[in-house]
């Protein structure tokens, strides 16, 4: 099998941020770190700068921590940013076989819950994208004296159907490839607005070589099957439930959704908005629904503005 050739780390990173036009202060990697949380060893990165505010990113399905990357090197000037790997994902753990019955968002909750107490702060800002965004509603609806400020990216209760069929099954289509590039080239495809070279650098933190080739770094396991019938009321479940956490949230925050998002569409996130004691909106530019990996300029600048604005710039 024919090897792809990589630079290092920090070469790939200055590569990419160089392909988006990005300029930060430095290229710095950040520390690879672990904690046994919840029967299962966790993985995430630390990007320094432990004298400022503590900020915890929260990743999106079939993503990693690694999706912040070039946001994050904006976001530590001002910042000490940790970003988990999520059980199932990235260099984190799997659900151990006898919890697989369980509901994967109520042990992502403990998850959360356990993350933030292990690193050890009275109050953090939190930031989650996706499912990580659902995973942070959750848990700002019940902790919110633990929390300075919440920042949710393009996720609500209702989400676009079109979208959601379309990540599923670009997900499905590439469970596993023969080649690295072969993923790279169906990531183009699915993913037109992003430079190629950002892509790759994505795609290195998101893939493992196996026997046959490459595969995702996520947890594949079909959990118990449900009917067509069973699965519409599960969603319908579970946005109810999530309506009310929204409901309950008294945190300063910010709803960021991408301008061309395919799964938060701007009535919903009105929606949103209008249904929290103190939430506001913008839209990024240039944007889909990875709006930390489409525009991580615009993504770090507005995060930053709404944080200044609501808690001073000293932060």
């Known amino acids: 099998m024919t090897q792809p050739r ?32 919840n029967g299962i060893r966790f993985h995430y990165l630390d990007w320094g700068n432990e004298q400022l505010p503590p900020l915890v990113l929260l990743h999106g399905g079939s993503l ?28 984190t753990g799997w659900t151990p076989d006898a919890q697989l019955v369980e509901d994967n968002s109520d042990l992502m909750l403990r998850d959360t819950e356990a993350f933030i107490d ?91 070589q196996v026997a046959d080739g490459w595969t995702w770094k996520q947890d594949h396991r079909n959990r118990p099957a449900l009917t067509e019938e069973q699965l519409k009321a599960e969603r319908t479940r579970r946005a109810a439930a ?10 300063p925050t910010l709803l960021m959704r991408g301008a061309i998002s395919k799964i938060l569409a701007p009535d919903a996130a009105g929606a949103m908005v209008a249904a929290m004691h103190d939430c506001e909106q913008v839209a990024i530019a240039r944007a889909g629904h990875s709006v930390q990996g ?14 200044v604005k609501r808690l001073g710039a000293g932060r």
């Open 6 to 37: 990589f630079a290092s780390y920090t070469d790939e990173m200055r590569q990419c941020a160089e392909a988006i036009a990005l300029h930060p202060p430095a290229i710095v990697q950040p520390q690879d770190r672990t904690a046994d949380l």
């Open 294 to 307: 489409d525009n991580p300029k615009d993504f770090a600048a507005e995060f930053d503005r709404f944080v």
């Open 118 to 208: 292990h690193l050890g702060y009275d109050r953090v800002i939190l930031c989650g994208m996706s499912m990580g965004g659902m995973n942070a509603i959750r848990y700002a609806a019940r902790h919110p004296q633990r929390l300075r400020a919440l920042i949710v990216v393009d996720i609500a209760p209702v989400t676009m159907t079109e979208g959601l069929l379309e990540m599923e099954a670009f997900r499905r289509d590439t469970e596993t490839m023969r080649r690295f590039e072969d993923f790279l080239e169906r990531a183009v495809h699915f993913n037109p607005q992003r430079k190629p070279a950002h892509l790759k650098y994505s795609l290195l933190h998101s893939l493992k």
């Open 64 to 91: 990693t921590a690694h999706t912040w990357d070039m946001a994050a090197l904006l976001l530590r000037e001002h910042y000490h940013v940790i970003a988990p790997d999520q059980r199932g994902h990235g260099n």
């Open 242 to 251: 999530l309506w009310v956490d929204v409901k309950a949230i008294t945190t």
